[in-house]
């Protein structure tokens, strides 16, 4: 009998579009490569561990990257490669668990509790899972395995790549404890200089602290830290993924200032946001705008809509009048949008009983066009000479496995 009080099993892909590209060009592998657009304006979305042995890392400039590392190669992304891959290892997973909630398109987490008489005790189990996932796709995979999900979480990433790292509920305050305090969920680049220059280098230094000392000096998170340096965290794992928001952010190519221009991409956000809202059935009760400026300031404003909708003309509608509430001049670098209080289309929710008809039905009839000949199928003729942007984002939209609710069928 193990005597575990659950076994979750976290499972993250090693350096997962690096990785693909290598395995799909053998010309690739054992070299330094970077995924992202080759533009210095872009920045990288993924470095193999070749290129990150030179400092290079995701979310890094493209320019900084390649003075750091010149001989890497820079690979355009290939979006739907990774999410066909990444559909297959969720697959995959779900075959382990019925309990399976995907985070992203690379990692996951499983509740495998109870599952020691299919699968054998924890270390079998994050084998299996290893040898399964490398059969299905030609992937290397790194599995954490422990009785919460922050732990099983910082084993995955303990011995990457290739890694398998079990941690006993029993052991893991222990073992946390000489782990930096950078490995606490929540503690990034910001946080990360505070609690260092308060004397809180390890986890272990936080584990020994006063509670209420952390109260003090971080507020209701100095608990939450104190509880994940005792390896206490009561999460469970989820079994769906309900979207919460759809959005569209996009580096542009050249920097923007001109309002005309400004809402020329915004329109163009609107459009991707709408048909995907559309697809999964969702309409939205508010909209958000992003703008970045040259100066990577990120700016946003948000408004809730005074009924749900799914149409690019009232997202569009909203976002102009957002842009009015920024009163920083640009120029910007991005422009963004997204559609958030996702709810059913067909639920219990009112929607307008005087939508526009006829502009709902040249919506739906060019999603239809975009879903049999592709998205550049039907473009505005504005479209066709304007400059475009750096590149896209990784739609996510697949991994939204919540059902329709009995009430909206």
Same mark, same amino acid.
């Given at each position: 009998?193990?005597?575990?009080?659950?076994?979750?099993?976290?499972?993250?892909?090693?350096?997962?579009?690096?990785?693909?590209?290598?395995?799909?060009?053998?010309?690739?592998?054992?070299?330094?490569?970077?995924?992202?657009?080759?533009?210095?304006?872009?920045?990288?979305?993924?470095?193999?561990y070749e290129a990150r042995?030179?400092?290079?890392?995701?979310?890094?400039?493209?320019?900084?990257?390649?003075?750091?590392?010149?001989?890497?190669?820079?690979?355009?992304?290939?979006?739907?490669?990774?999410?066909?891959?990444?559909?297959?290892?969720?697959?995959?997973?779900?075959?382990?668990?019925?309990?399976?909630?995907?985070?992203?398109?690379?990692?996951?987490?499983?509740?495998?509790?109870?599952?020691?008489?299919?699968?054998?005790?924890?270390?079998?189990?994050?084998?299996?899972?290893?040898?399964?996932?490398?059969?299905?796709?030609?992937?290397?995979?790194?599995?954490?395995?422990?009785?919460?999900?922050?732990?099983?979480?910082?084993?995955?990433?303990?011995?990457?790549?290739?890694?398998?790292?079990?941690?006993?509920?029993?052991? %893991?305050?222990?073992?946390? @404890?000489?782990?930096? !305090?950078?490995? /606490?969920?929540?503690?990034?680049?910001? *946080?990360?200089? $505070? +609690?260092?220059?308060?004397?809180?280098? %390890?986890?272990?230094?936080? @584990?020994?602290?006063? !509670?209420?000392? /952390?109260?003090?000096?971080?507020?209701? *998170?100095?608990? $939450? +830290?104190?509880?994940?340096?005792?390896?206490?965290?009561?999460?469970?794992?989820?079994?769906?993924?309900?979207?919460?928001?759809?959005?569209?952010?996009?580096?542009?190519?050249?920097?923007?200032?001109?309002?005309?221009?400004?809402?020329?991409?915004?329109?163009?956000?609107a459009d991707r946001i709408?048909?995907?809202?559309?697809?999964?059935?969702?309409?939205?009760?508010?909209?958000?705008?992003?703008?970045?400026?040259?100066?990577?300031?990120?700016?946003?404003?948000?408004?809730?809509?005074?009924?749900?909708?799914?149409?690019?003309?009232?997202?569009?509608?909203?976002?102009?009048?957002?842009?009015?509430?920024?009163?920083?001049?640009?120029?910007?670098?991005?422009?963004?949008?997204?559609?958030?209080?996702?709810?059913?289309?067909?639920?219990?929710?009112?929607?307008?009983?005087?939508?526009?008809?006829?502009?709902?039905?040249?919506?739906?009839?060019?999603?239809?066009?975009?879903?049999?000949?592709?998205?550049?199928?039907?473009?505005?003729?504005?479209?066709?000479?304007?400059?475009?942007?750096?590149?896209?984002?990784?739609?996510?939209?697949?991994?939204?496995?919540?059902?329709?609710?009995?009430?909206?069928?």
């Open positions: 009998m193990l005597g575990w009080p659950a076994i979750v099993a976290h499972a993250d892909m090693d350096a997962f579009y690096a990785a693909v590209e290598q395995m799909d060009d053998p010309g690739l592998r054992g070299r330094p490569v970077l995924v992202g657009p080759k533009s210095a304006r872009g920045v990288v979305l993924t470095a193999s042995r030179y400092g290079v890392g995701s979310a890094m400039p493209m320019a900084q990257a390649t003075r750091r590392c010149p001989e890497a190669v820079i690979v355009e992304p290939r979006f739907e490669r990774y999410q066909e891959l990444s559909a297959e290892t969720m697959r995959v997973l779900g075959d382990f668990s019925p309990r399976l909630e995907a985070l992203s398109l690379d990692e996951a987490f499983l509740d495998m509790t109870g599952a020691e008489a299919i699968f054998g005790g924890p270390e079998e189990m994050g084998r299996q899972i290893k040898r399964k996932v490398f059969e299905a796709t030609g992937l290397r995979i790194s599995v954490g395995l422990s009785a919460t999900k922050y732990v099983a979480k910082v084993a995955s990433d303990y011995d990457k790549p290739d890694g398998l790292t079990v941690v006993p509920p029993d052991q %893991a305050h222990a073992w946390l @404890a000489a782990l930096p !305090v950078t490995k /606490l969920w929540g503690v990034g680049k910001k *946080a990360a200089p $505070r +609690l260092q220059a308060l004397g809180y280098y %390890a986890i272990g230094d936080i @584990a020994r602290a006063d !509670v209420r000392l /952390l109260r003090r000096q971080f507020g209701s *998170a100095g608990s $939450r +830290l104190h509880d994940l340096a005792h390896a206490r965290d009561p999460r469970q794992v989820l079994r769906a993924r309900a979207a919460k928001s759809i959005g569209s952010d996009r580096t542009l190519r050249a920097d923007v200032s001109r309002r005309e221009d400004i809402e020329l991409h915004l329109r163009r956000a709408a048909r995907r809202v559309r697809s999964k059935g969702y309409v939205a009760g508010g909209v958000r705008v992003r703008l970045k400026t040259s100066g990577f300031e990120l700016l946003a404003r948000q408004r809730s809509l005074a009924g749900p909708v799914d149409l690019a003309s009232e997202f569009f509608a909203v976002g102009r009048r957002l842009l009015d509430e920024f009163d920083h001049p640009g120029p910007f670098r991005l422009v963004g949008m997204t559609a958030f209080d996702l709810d059913w289309r067909r639920g219990p929710r009112q929607l307008d009983l005087f939508e526009n008809a006829a502009r709902r039905n040249l919506e739906t009839t060019i999603d239809g066009l975009v879903d049999r000949f592709g998205r550049n199928a039907v473009m505005r003729a504005r479209d066709l000479s304007h400059p475009g942007t750096v590149g896209e984002g990784a739609n996510l939209d697949f991994l939204d496995t919540a059902e329709v609710p009995a009430s909206a069928v």
